[in-house]
């Protein structure tokens, strides 16, 4: 197998203060108003892969309950509770499971909602937990605004190297979707982004079969975690994310 080396932007110094400084940003009525459509087109992605068989096999291989327990998240539509993290990858895998949602080809060249909708659908969910709809929608925005972000500085090079942008820089969305919706302070967020550097992964390899829509719940359930992990004091190394990666 050929190496090829992928050279990146030092992210812990250059992206990760604005990574957090999105997570605490106002959003306008504009960027509210724009997000309506692509959240309805995810949310019918979304419905039409739950309804498929491979997604009880998924399930299957998951520690959920019809009974909510402290920090558990329901699956929306049902009464399935589980992990936040676990509740998220579902949601992940059955909105990039058909393959129809949304695709921002030019910047991160990644599906933006089906990861940053998940978490913050998961994070929401959580049992004594209610936030507002423009609460989720603020989440979900900032998750797709750090995908932008993350993508206009590795891509194409990120792609090119044989990456599947959805899963790699999808796990950033996540953990900026969860941390909105927790309200982390800035230092936390910090944190749950070098947490969630240990989660960026995902071959172009895996295209043609479950392994890539898998890579995208996984993506989302690893940023509800890393936000979670932080929240309760976890840290990551300093430095933690790369400046070259080979592939």
């Known amino acids: 197998m050929t190496m090829t080396l992928l050279t990146l932007p030092d992210l812990?110094?250059?992206?990760?203060?604005?990574l957090v400084a999105l997570c605490r940003a106002e959003l306008s009525a504009g960027e509210r108003a724009s997000a309506v459509l692509p959240v309805c087109d995810t949310l019918g992605a979304l419905l039409g892969g739950a309804c498929d068989p491979r997604m009880r096999a998924l399930m299957a291989t998951l520690s959920l309950s019809q009974a909510a327990s402290p920090g558990m998240a329901r699956l929306p539509g049902g009464t399935c509770w589980g992990a936040a993290a676990d509740i998220a990858l579902v949601l992940g895998m059955a909105a990039h499971l058909l393959d129809f949602d949304d695709d921002e080809t030019e910047v991160a060249?990644?599906?933006?909602?089906?990861?940053?909708l998940s978490a913050a659908l998961a994070v929401a969910g959580r049992s004594s937990f209610?936030?507002?709809m423009p609460e989720v929608i603020d989440a979900y925005l900032t998750g797709c605004k750090a995908m932008l972000l993350l993508g206009s500085a590795v891509n194409p090079a990120l792609y090119l190297a044989g990456w599947h942008a959805t899963s790699v820089l999808g796990v950033f969305g996540a953990t900026a979707a969860a941390a909105r919706l927790l309200a982390l302070d800035e230092a936390a967020t910090a944190q749950a982004f070098s947490l969630a550097a240990s989660a960026a992964c995902g071959p172009r390899g895996a295209f043609g079969g479950e392994g890539k829509p898998l890579q995208v719940g996984l993506a989302a359930g690893q940023g509800v975690r890393a936000a979670l992990l932080a929240q309760a004091g976890w840290q990551g190394a300093e430095g933690h994310w790369p400046v070259r990666a080979a592939c």
């Open 109 to 116: 060249m990644a599906h933006l909602s089906a990861p940053s």
């Open 12 to 18: 812990t110094v250059d992206l990760v203060p604005d």
């Open 130 to 132: 209610e936030p507002g």
